[in-house]
């Protein structure tokens, strides 16, 4: 494993001298010169460009690319045989690492075409990485991890339109630490925010993956239910309200955590914030009702209109 520190690219001219204005012509429509100005800044399409770049300076069979601080990974070709691989890092900015495959040996002057090739990437590349780290900042919430408020309205948005197309049912529950302003001024707020933490941690872990969990203020989630009846959305409440308050947490000894959930189904032509208008509603009367619990309704019941269907190949909840 080699530690690569990127250094400016490298000039096919020395600069010591002058170089003439062939150098510089030449130097101008370099492949690698190329390459960087047209490199582009979304980081897939930035490595596949790199792997063309490549491909024109040495033999290689496959890549593969990591950066463990936004979970990204990337690869493309054979990943067997020989390899090199290079930890990168730019302006004391971690950059991934980056291996390159192939089926003969590395020699010293492949190495060198290999490494002279990385001095081009090094700068988009840091570029690409910090555009990619601002996306990321932008969607998620930096205390849980979760996706924020902004994410939830571009996710909300797409899952309605995909159940209105489709006829699928679709749920959404605010939920709510009870009493959290107690908390916040008995123990303090860096215990607050673990608990904001911690809470969030619960319930991601007992929700499917394609559930979608966002910190949407404060202390407050709400939680989108795509494909779940309102039977499997309540059930599913249940159980991460009674798995809060069956926890006990080390900063709040002489206290239990509990939370409040309201719960809305939607139904064709309800629109986002009327949506979330019935839920928070029904939040709040869970919560004047004496917290610690669920409430909701059941438009269809009431109206008596034809319950939407559900995906075949999704089951029901039925835990």
């Known amino acids: 494993m080699k530690?690569?520190?990127?250094?400016?690219?490298?000039?096919?001219?020395?600069?010591?001298?002058?170089?003439?204005?062939?150098?510089?012509?030449?130097?101008?429509?370099?492949?690698?010169?190329?390459?960087?100005v047209q490199a582009p800044l979304q980081l897939e399409y930035l490595l596949k460009s790199f792997a063309q770049f490549l491909a024109t300076t040495t033999t290689f069979e496959g890549l593969s690319y990591r950066l463990k601080t936004t979970k990204t990974s990337w690869e493309t070709?054979?990943?067997?045989?020989?390899?090199?691989?290079?930890d990168l890092n730019y302006q004391d900015q971690d950059l991934g690492e980056l291996t390159v495959y192939r089926r003969q040996t590395f020699d010293p002057a492949s190495l060198d075409r290999l490494e002279e090739a990385l001095?081009?990437?090094?700068?988009?590349?840091?570029?690409?990485?910090?555009?990619?780290?601002a996306q990321r900042d932008a969607c998620?919430?930096?205390?849980?991890?979760?996706?924020?408020?902004?994410?939830?309205?571009?996710?909300?948005?797409?899952?309605?339109?995909?159940a209105g197309r489709q006829g699928w049912p679709?749920?959404?529950?605010?939920?709510?630490?009870?009493?959290?302003?107690?908390?916040?001024?008995?123990?303090?707020?860096?215990t607050g925010d673990e608990m904001i933490s911690e809470t969030a941690t619960?319930?991601?872990?007992?929700?499917?993956?394609?559930?979608?969990?966002?910190?949407?203020?404060?202390?407050?989630?709400?939680?989108?239910?795509?494909?779940?009846?309102?039977?499997?959305?309540?059930?599913?409440?249940?159980?991460?309200?009674?798995?809060?308050?069956?926890?006990?947490?080390?900063?709040?000894?002489?206290?239990?955590?509990?939370?409040?959930i309201g719960l809305a189904t939607w139904r064709p032509g309800l629109t986002v914030q009327e949506w979330l208008r019935e839920a928070d509603e029904k939040l709040y009367e869970a919560k004047y009702s004496g917290r610690n619990r669920l409430s909701y309704s059941d438009p269809a019941a009431r109206s008596g209109a034809k319950p939407l269907r559900r995906r075949k190949h999704v089951a029901e909840r039925t835990d």
Do not use: W
Not at 81 to 86: C, R
Not at 119 to 133: G, N, R, S
Not at 211 to 225: C, N, P, Q, S, T
């Open 3 to 36: 530690q690569f520190e990127s250094l400016p690219a490298k000039s096919p001219f020395q600069l010591s001298a002058r170089p003439t204005q062939k150098q510089l012509d030449e130097h101008a429509t370099s492949p690698g010169l190329r390459f960087q």
């Open 77 to 86: 070709g054979q990943l067997a045989g020989h390899n090199a691989h290079y």
């Open 119 to 133: 001095c081009y990437l090094c700068t988009p590349l840091y570029h690409a990485v910090l555009y990619l780290q």
């Open 140 to 162: 998620l919430d930096e205390l849980t991890g979760l996706p924020n408020r902004r994410t939830f309205k571009a996710c909300v948005e797409r899952e309605l339109a995909q």
């Open 170 to 190: 679709i749920c959404l529950a605010m939920i709510d630490i009870d009493h959290f302003k107690r908390i916040n001024d008995a123990c303090g707020h860096i």
């Open 202 to 260: 619960l319930l991601k872990s007992g929700i499917r993956s394609s559930d979608g969990l966002f910190r949407y203020g404060g202390e407050e989630f709400v939680l989108l239910l795509p494909d779940t009846h309102l039977a499997g959305a309540v059930l599913l409440a249940q159980r991460l309200r009674r798995k809060i308050a069956a926890t006990r947490f080390p900063a709040l000894p002489n206290r239990r955590l509990t939370v409040s």
